[in-house]
């Protein structure tokens, strides 16, 4: 017999938990479905010096402020997976893993919730599975030739893989910065960028950035001039190892390379330079496979949405994927906000 509820949540981190804390003030029943083993959606997976933007207190998902890391005023990756443990266990949130959700299917008036441990049936379906599962990598010329380590910001751990080697960091956002101070003093660097880094000025943090990505969607919702957001400031917060490693002179950033030879990279002025391994700090797409057989892709395989809510599927509602789906929504201070409406808008749709 296939299981059913009202509303099945697919994913179990951050943007799932938080789905998960307003559907139980709504009282809408839910179960919600994560790929991963154990709690802690993608923190699990960082790189080991990986720091917050945000002091602890500005870091929380609803009803549950995260308490500060001894020693720490930015709290480390491990202090977040213990905090999303300990909120999934207060809330009782009702989480099964590991479950794999293979797709989502429209059957008559219900959603069929196709996974690797059998069918669900449901009302609605949140999608909240993230980024992380899709690191995007670009197609640069040579990049199938080149025989050194290649990988990506999900890959990298830690600089003692890499002391000693010629390493070319690629990408100008905050895990560039980030990964590029990490190894700058350990490993033969090259940072490279497609435009010359632009750092945010060294008193923005997290905090600063969720209000800056608030005002700028509450102007676009009333009409007024786009201010430019979080964009118009910088594309990196400058925490204190990068701006350590900045203010040493260790992170000059290099133009984008034309193309990759078999042993490193060449740029247009023909200058080329070896490299151990390459690192690609490229950014991620969503990962929205789940959602395929609903057809909902349109331009770009963009799905358009008004709020979080799917414009061509009034049952399906993304949370956590970006300003897309709410200001700083893939964030834990912003996805608090985007999680209410989703939770508020369901528990309309049920009743």
């Known amino acids: 017999m296939t299981p059913a509820t009202q509303v099945v949540v697919i994913g179990g981190g951050q943007a799932g938990l938080a789905a998960g804390y307003h559907l139980r003030r709504a009282g809408v029943e839910f179960v919600i479905l994560d790929a991963q083993p154990l709690p802690g959606g993608a923190w699990?997976?960082?790189?080991?010096s990986l720091r917050l933007f945000s002091p602890a207190a500005y870091s929380s998902l609803p009803g549950r402020l995260m308490p500060t890391q001894p020693g720490e005023?930015?709290?480390?990756?491990?202090?977040?997976?213990?905090?999303?443990?300990d909120y999934e266990q207060r809330y009782d949130l009702p989480v099964q893993r590991p479950v794999h959700v293979e797709g989502v299917h429209r059957d008559g008036?219900?959603?069929?919730?196709?996974?690797?441990?059998?069918?669900?049936?449901?009302?609605?379906?949140?999608?909240?599975?993230?980024?992380?599962?899709?690191?995007?990598?670009?197609?640069?010329?040579?990049r199938r030739d080149y025989r050194g380590e290649q990988?990506?910001?999900?890959?990298?751990?830690?600089?003692?893989e890499f002391a000693g080697k010629r390493v070319i960091v690629v990408g100008g956002g905050n895990s560039g910065a980030q990964i590029a101070a990490d190894l700058a003093d350990q490993t033969d660097l090259t940072?490279?960028?497609?435009?010359?880094?632009?750092?945010l000025p060294d008193e923005i943090d997290g905090r600063v950035?969720?209000?800056?990505?608030?005002?700028?969607?509450?102007?676009?919702?009333?009409?007024?001039?786009?201010?430019?957001?979080?964009?118009?400031?910088?594309?990196i917060v400058a925490v204190p190892p990068v701006r350590a490693a900045r203010d040493a002179g260790l992170l000059k950033a290099e133009p984008m390379?034309?193309?990759?030879?078999?042993?490193?990279?060449?740029?247009?002025?023909?200058?080329?330079?070896?490299?151990?391994?390459?690192?690609?700090?490229?950014?991620?797409?969503p990962a929205l496979s789940p959602l395929a057989p609903l057809g909902l892709r349109g331009h770009r395989c963009h799905i358009?949405?008004?709020?979080?809510?799917?414009?061509?599927?009034?049952?399906?509602h993304l949370l956590g994927y970006g300003d897309w789906t709410g200001p700083a929504s893939a964030t834990l201070i912003g996805v608090g906000r985007p999680a209410r409406e989703a939770a508020r808008q369901v528990a309309d749709l049920l009743s």
């Not at 940072?191 to 750092?199: A, G, I």
């Not at 201010?227 to 910088?234: C, E, F, I, K, Q």
């Not at 358009?304 to 399906?316: F, K, N, Y």
């Open 73 to 85: 005023l930015y709290p480390d990756a491990a202090h977040v997976v213990g905090y999303l443990t």
């Open 109 to 142: 008036t219900c959603l069929r919730i196709e996974t690797d441990t059998g069918a669900w049936q449901a009302d609605a379906v949140i999608s909240a599975t993230g980024t992380w599962s899709r690191p995007f990598l670009p197609a640069v010329p040579g």
């Open 191 to 199: 940072w490279v960028t497609q435009r010359e880094p632009r750092f």
């Open 304 to 316: 358009a949405t008004d709020g979080t809510r799917a414009l061509d599927e009034p049952r399906v």
């Open 44 to 48: 699990q997976h960082t790189w080991d």
């Open 257 to 285: 390379f034309t193309r990759l030879t078999t042993t490193g990279a060449e740029w247009a002025d023909g200058t080329r330079s070896e490299a151990d391994a390459i690192i690609w700090c490229t950014g991620f797409r």
């Open 151 to 160: 990988l990506h910001t999900v890959d990298y751990r830690s600089p003692r």
């Open 209 to 235: 950035l969720f209000d800056v990505a608030t005002a700028r969607r509450r102007a676009l919702d009333e009409g007024r001039v786009d201010s430019g957001g979080v964009a118009s400031l910088g594309d």
